[in-house]
């Protein structure tokens, strides 16, 4: 193996250490203490655990957080009046809504009727719509993470060839858009691209958030490109892995996200970050 591992684990707790400073100093100065509220319909495994790190997240830095839960059959207007309440509560600055929700209830109401000062997943269209310009208010959780990563490793960005491997709402679009305010060459690639591996070769930088265990192997890699890894699988085995087939990526790569510890920690972070902001700079 050629590539150095870049350490999500290790840059995600010196983040937080930072976060875990500036809320001791915004409620000792200020007396404001960060909160966050997230939303849970139903009891999808993955979202409970999500829902929990969320949680423990908070409490380590010393935010106040909430976790409100709704049943399956929750309808469209019991969950609305729960956001317009959290809305108009001066002691939450974050909302989140954790997707998916269950069949029947509508992921752009919710999105939409989310206060954009309190939308710390930055999913709405107004923030959406900050992005596109550069005119940040928050920055989208994972993409901001990834960005961090690479300017923690000492990975210039300006005039490289970056390829984003997926085209979704939460991660590849507004990856793509992240890497181009920074200046690079940007390629976004998706299920029906063809020849994948003539553009994924071209690139400097890959970011694969393609949700597919193992898709992006070392035969498609430029030697010495850097390669993220957004991808959370079971492999056959049961095995955690990635998006990227680690073995054979990192003997062509010069630098690679691990699964775990890699680009996973950083997006709870970055969630911690934008609350920040939002109880900061809030109303
Ligand atoms: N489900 C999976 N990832 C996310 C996320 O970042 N935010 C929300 N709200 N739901 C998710």
Not at 36 to 52: C, D, K, Q, T, W
Not at 192 to 221: H, N, P, Q, W, Y
Not at 231 to 243: P, S, T, V
């Amino acid at each position: 193996m050629t590539a150095k591992i870049i350490d999500g684990k290790a840059m995600s707790a010196a983040e937080r250490r930072k976060i875990a400073e500036e809320t001791a100093k915004l409620k000792s100065e200020r007396g404001i203490v960060p909160g966050l509220a997230v939303i849970i319909v139903g009891n999808n495994p993955a979202s409970e655990i999500y829902v929990r790190n969320k949680h423990k997240a908070c409490i380590e830095v010393g935010f106040n957080s909430w976790i409100y839960r709704l049943n399956e059959n929750a309808s469209q207007d019991e969950l609305n009046a729960l956001i317009d309440r959290l809305n108009s509560d001066d002691n939450v600055h974050g909302i989140l809504c954790q997707l998916p929700l269950p069949g029947g209830l509508s992921e752009e109401e919710v999105i939409d009727r989310i206060s954009p000062e309190k939308d710390v997943d930055a999913f709405g269209m107004e923030n959406v719509g900050r992005i596109m310009l550069g005119r940040y208010r928050f920055l989208p959780c994972t993409p901001a993470g990834i960005m961090l990563l690479l300017r923690e490793s000492g990975i210039d960005i300006g005039g490289k060839r970056a390829v984003v491997i997926g085209r979704s709402n939460i991660v590849g679009k507004p990856m793509a858009m992240l890497l181009l305010n920074s200046d690079a060459t940007v390629t976004v690639c998706h299920s029906k691209t063809v020849g994948l591996s003539e553009i994924t070769r071209e690139a400097d930088i890959i970011v694969c958030a393609v949700g597919k265990a193992d898709f992006l192997k070392g035969d498609m890699i430029k030697p010495g490109a850097v390669v993220i890894d957004v991808g959370m699988n079971r492999n056959e085995d049961g095995k955690l892995c990635g998006d990227v087939d680690f073995d054979s990526a990192a003997n062509v790569a010069s630098a690679i996200t691990p699964i775990p510890g890699g680009v996973g920690p950083m997006t709870i972070t970055m969630l911690l970050r934008n609350t920040l902001t939002a109880a900061t700079h809030g109303l």
